[in-house]
């Protein structure tokens, strides 16, 4: 999956892999795939990048969940680095 900043031609650093990493966190919890009922178009596209997320279901353990949101964080300086997962 692919950072917002990464859609904006800034490149791929760590910060975007963990980007990534809470995408499939996500996923493995939900047991779906993101958006898979969105055309992935140049629409969809900028909505990411202006901060869609997927939707978190409330039985999700909290903690999960703020991790979760840290690694999606529109701003890659917020995400947490890898060696903190």
Known sequence: YIAPE???SRGYTPASDVYSFG?????V???RL???DKNHDLC????????LRPTIAKDMPEYYV????R???NDPAKRPM????
Request: with cysteine; charged share 20%; glycine share 6%.
């Open 6 to 8: 990464v859609l904006r």
């Open 23 to 27: 995408i499939i966190m996500w996923e």
């Open 29 to 31: 919890s939900s047991g």
């Open 34 to 36: 993101v958006f898979s």
């Open 44 to 51: 969809f596209l900028t909505e990411a990048c202006n901060g």
């Open 66 to 69: 703020d991790l979760m949101k």
């Open 71 to 73: 690694c999606w964080n």
């Open 82 to 85: 890898a060696s903190e997962i």
